[in-house]
Every structure is written in C-alpha cells, then in structure tokens.
C-alpha cells in the first residue's frame, strides 16, 4: 500500500482539492492517507475527515510542518511513502506512476515535475515564471512540486525531520544525483502567489531555508543539484526575455536580501502565501 503523508495548517480551503483527485474510498486498498493538521484554528480537520475511512486525521497543536511530518511517520508504517503539500494537486494515476518508478529500486527518492497554474496571477509573475520555466531549478521535483516519494530505503537515509524550513530541500541533499529522480511524465500542479509582494515573500522563505541548511548541515553540499547562474546568463542573449529577466532577477535579489537581513534563521517570518488559496476548487464534498 502507498502511504501519503499530508501536513495542513488552516488548509481547509484547498484541501478538498488534493484529496478529492484521489477517490479515496473505492482506492482504499491503494493508498492510506494521513492527514497531519497542526496548529489550524479552522476546519481542515473536519473537512478532510469528510473524505472517508480511508483518509486519518491527526491534529496536534503544534504549528510546525516538520513535526506534522514527524507526526505523519509515526502513524504511517507503509511505503512507499508520499509526502504531499495540502495546496497542491496530484492525480492517482501520478502517484501510482511514482510508485512504479521507486519499485524499480535503483532510486531512492522520486518527484513529479511542476506544473504552475498561473490563473489569477499578475503580468508580472507571469513574467517571473516565464524565465524560471527555462532554468534547471524548474526541473527538480524535490523542491519544487510540493510533493517528495520515498522508498523505505531511502527514508532509513535520515532519521526524524529536523526543525527546518526547507524540509524539501533537506530530504533532496540527503541523496546523489543518482540516488533521486524527477519524473517529466509525471506532473504536479502548483498554484504559485498571485502578487509580486507575496512573490518576494516566498521566495524569501525559500532562500531562509537554503541558507539555514547549508549553515546547519554544510556536509549535504555535496549533493546540491545544478544552479541556474549559467543558464540565466545564457537567456540574456534574448532581447525579448529582459522584461522577465529583469523582474526575475529583481525578486531574488529583494527576497536574497531580505533572508540575509535576519541574522537568526530561526526568526525569520514564515512566508506563507494565502494568494492562491482565496478561491476554493472544485473537488471538495459538502
């Protein structure tokens, strides 16, 4: 059976988006489900219970998605193991598709490829996500799809998930190139932040994290996949990407800056995106 582990906080508007891709009840015999809700002080909890049997509702008050993730493990005994962002969604057919790829054995760790929903986004995200689409960190799964598979194997890697805000990308050093692999067949769908200030804010959180594993656990380094400064410089040469060069490059270097600023990781804001989670999918139960 494939066990899909699910931390939601306050997710209740989104949830029924992911879960209801899964028809859970009549794939009972497929997957288990765990649905890890931490700290909400609205409904997730009952809203993803409304999902049958199938789905396990576990609520804790803490508000933190690595313990949720800890919290998902002991419950769980079953792999492979799917770990799934609440806001995102993945069909039944990818999840089965990656679990025959860990089935093979001589990876570890698989992903999905992104695909990023733009509905309801500004021209200028448009624009952002123009260039990022044509870089190397737009084909890495761990990291970029909101959802990470793992082997038994591969999760007896490391041990409870640390305190950290990049648990994908903690997860994603943890293997060698080889070890891990992102499937282009395969897609997720992410609903990225619909203004550029919210934009800023994310990826602000998204270089907090990188910056605190790479000074919390130096000797994953080893393991850090192609950048993108090659593949950008390159993309120069077209004059007709600069309007979106330009708008890329602004936003890492406001949200590079503004990780830096803090001069304790540990204080940093969480950066969470509420854009793209004001209206509520299709797929949910009433």
């Known amino acids: 059976m494939i066990s899909i582990i699910v931390p939601a906080h306050n997710e209740s508007s989104v949830i029924p988006r992911l879960l209801g891709q899964w028809d859970c009840d009549r794939a009972s015999d497929e997957i288990g489900v ?3 809700c931490n700290g909400c002080t609205d409904d997730t909890a009952k809203v993803a219970r409304r999902f049958g049997p199938t789905v396990e ?3 804790t008050d803490i508000a933190r998605k690595t313990h949720a993730l800890n919290v998902g493990d002991q419950v769980s005994g ?3 193991r799917m770990y799934a962002d609440a806001d995102i969604v993945i069909t039944l057919d990818a999840i089965r598709a990656l679990a025959r790829r860990l089935e093979k054995g001589d990876v570890l760790a ?3 490829t992104a695909d990023i929903d733009l509905t309801g986004c500004s021209w200028l995200v448009r624009k952002y996500y123009t260039v990022r689409s044509r870089l190397p960190s737009s084909r890495e799964g761990i990291g970029g799809s909101g959802v990470y598979f793992l082997s038994e194997g591969g999760r007896r890697r490391f041990g409870q998930f640390p305190d950290v805000i990049a648990d994908d990308i903690y997860v994603r050093l943890q293997f060698k190139a080889e070890e891990r692999e992102t499937l282009p067949d395969v897609r997720s769908t992410v609903f990225p932040a619909r203004t550029i200030t919210q934009l800023i804010g994310v990826r602000s959180r998204a270089y907090a994290g990188v910056f605190e594993i ?11 996949s192609e950048t993108n400064h090659r593949s950008l410089i390159r993309l120069f040469r077209e004059l007709r990407l600069w309007p979106g060069l330009l708008i890329y490059c602004y936003v890492n270097f406001r949200a590079r800056f503004q990780a830096k600023r803090s001069s304790r990781v540990q204080a940093a804001v969480w950066q969470r995106d509420d854009s793209s989670r004001r209206t509520l999918s299709a797929g949910s139960r009433s």
């Open 57 to 59: 509702v576990v609520e």
């Open 110 to 112: 698989v992903a999905p």
């Open 214 to 224: 790479a000074r919390r656990f130096p000797e994953l380094s080893v393991n850090r």
């Open 34 to 36: 765990v649905v890890v």
């Open 78 to 80: 079953a792999f492979p």
